[in-house]
Structures are given as structure tokens and as C-alpha cells.
């Protein structure tokens, strides 16, 4: 089987490999940057959260992409489509290394996420669980045209806290991305 890459001005979003794990395994045990997505894990938990990743690929044919940096070859964080069993519906999620957040990567890599869901997985609507506390994640929501739609529960083990869930339907995301479009010309 053959995986898309998907290249941005800055990046590369390539499907999880081998060579990703010690960076991976670093950001998951950073307290901060794992702080939204159910708090820093150990190497071996790190190992099995990337190997899901990967296989996603291979069982729904989308995933998470890691990010890499195209200047440095740096690995990013993971941004991308996924839909684990019992989520609130079709998601573009991310979640960056420290050194990466607030220099609008984040806002690049989603932006080619969603093209990508909409465009090749044929999704109607992307949404995107974000933790009440989590203001950067709730400002790229909006930069992303996204809006408040309910609130929800992950399913188990991270039932425990109500979240945000965003989000917005494929014709305004082409919408939007059509006025930006015709404003650059």
C-alpha cells in the first residue's frame, strides 16, 4: 500500500515511521505539550500511541501525519484525520512540539489536513475536540473558519472531561478557501 504525503510551503505530513519515535516518545513526555492530549505517558505508552497511529493507516487508509520540518528534517508534532472507535465525529487534530507551536505551523499543516479530508477522504464535515483550557487550540479553530458546534465526551480511558467540540462542514471550508483564493490574485 501506497501513503500520501503532503507538502506545505514549511512541511512535510508524511504517515508515522520508525525514524519519528525518539521525537514522538520526547513529546509525549513533555508535560506541557502533552497537557491537552491526556497528559505526559512513558516511553513504552509513546510506542503504542504511534504504532495505533500508523496502523490507522493501514486499517482505515487515513491516520495522523507527523510533521516534519522540510529545512531540518525536524519532527514536528502530529497533525491529521483520524477517527478512532466511538469519537464525536470525522476529526483534524494536532498537536505540536514546544519549540514548533505559535510560528503558524500549526495553521499550515491543518489547513493541508483538511484539504486532504475533504478533498480525498470525501469527509462532509471536519470537526475538532479541544479542552475548554485550551486557548491557542480554540484561536486555530477559528483561523481555520471553525465554529462551536456541542459538547462531548472522548470515548474510554479519556471519558472523564467534557470537550469542545468545533468544527465546520466541507462546502464552507471551499467556500472560504475560494475567497482566499481570489484575494491573493
Known sequence: MSFPTLETARLILRPPAAEDFDAWAEFSADAEAARFIGGPVHRAVAWRSMAASA?????QGFGIFSVIDK??????GRVGPIRPEG?????????????????????????????????ELGWSEVIHCIDDENAPSI????RLGSVP?????????????????????????????????????
Open 55 to 59: 496502523g490507522s493507516w493501514m486499517l
Open 87 to 119: 469519537w464525536p465525529g470525522t476529526e483534524v487534530g494536532w498537536a505540536l512540539v514546544r519549540d514548533a507551536q505559535g510560528k503558524g505551523i500549526a495553521l499550515e499543516a491543518a489547513t493541508a489536513s483538511i484539504d486532504f479530508a475533504f478533498g
Open 139 to 142: 484561536a486555530l479553530a477559528r
Open 149 to 185: 458546534l456541542r459538547r462531548a465526551l472522548l470515548p474510554p480511558p479519556i471519558e472523564e472531561r467534557e470537550i469542545q467540540v468545533w468544527g465546520q462542514a466541507r462546502e464552507d471550508w471551499r467556500q472560504r478557501r475560494q475567497q482566499q483564493s481570489g484575494n491573493r490574485s
Open 71 to 76: 529545512a531540518s528534517g525536524a519532527w514536528l
